[in-house]
Antibody, heavy 124, light 107 residues
């Protein structure tokens, strides 16, 4: 059974940093690209970024709203994806979902499996 | 960025009704479109990919259609468990972008 479990959310002050983890099981993690998607309270879904599988360099893509502040990485030996969030703003407050991309690991195609999400609150 | 315009933003229907949601892309996205269902307090679930292909295990009352810029999502006979928000998402180009969502409620 495919499982994705996010952790690391919580309350953080504006300007501070937070790192989210996505621990996965039930599939060969290294064969897939991974996305992060967020949802502000009562709002719609927003794609945050994508990391390719190592076979395609493990390179990353980001939404303009987080580029330069957020970094996605992966540890294939542990089947974990990470989202490092720096210089957090109040508008970054959201539930953050880790997702498995349904594509070939190079071209993002959207999300066939989702974690349960972790809440990030940004407030002083 | 490709803008996805989804309508209506909400609708009320009765059990057994046919429900249709539309999604319009700001440019041609071929058939690179997903539809998701999100129940309250839960993560979204992929229902349809490639605009019209049903994900494994998804009931056949759900369907998708369209190509280019105009897409539809249909529930042929609304069931109580279908009360949720529905989102379209294009994957023709990065950034991946979602429609604003449609909240389906009971009349």
């Amino acid at each position: 059974e495919v499982q994705l479990v996010e952790s690391g959310g919580g309350l953080v002050q504006p300007g501070r940093s937070l790192r989210l983890s996505c621990t996965t099981s039930g599939f060969t993690f290294g064969d897939y690209g991974m996305n992060w998607v967020r949802q502000a309270p009562g709002k719609g879904l927003e794609w945050v970024g994508f990391i390719r599988r190592k076979a395609y360099g493990g390179t990353t893509e980001y939404a303009a709203s987080v580029k330069g502040r957020f970094t996605i990485s992966r540890d294939d030996s542990k089947s974990i994806a990470y989202l490092q969030m720096n210089s957090l703003k109040t508008e970054d407050a959201a539930v953050y979902y880790c997702t498995r991309d349904q594509g070939d690991g190079n071209n993002a195609k959207g999300d066939d499996y989702w974690g349960q999400g972790t809440l990030v609150t940004v407030s002083s | 960025d490709i803008q996805m315009t989804q309508s209506p933003s909400s609708l009320s229907a009765s059990v057994g009704d046919r429900v249709t949601i539309t999604c319009q892309a700001s440019q041609d996205i071929n058939n690179y479109l997903n539809w998701y269902q999100q129940k309250p307090g839960k993560a979204p679930k992929l229902l349809i990919y490639d605009a019209s292909t049903l994900e494994t295990g998804v009931p056949s009352r759900f369907s998708g259609n369209g190509t280019g810029t105009d897409f539809t999502f249909t529930i042929s006979s609304l069931q109580p468990e279908d009360i949720a928000a529905y989102y379209c998402q294009q994957y023709d180009n990065l950034p991946l972008t979602f429609g604003g969502g449609t909240k389906v409620e009971f009349k």
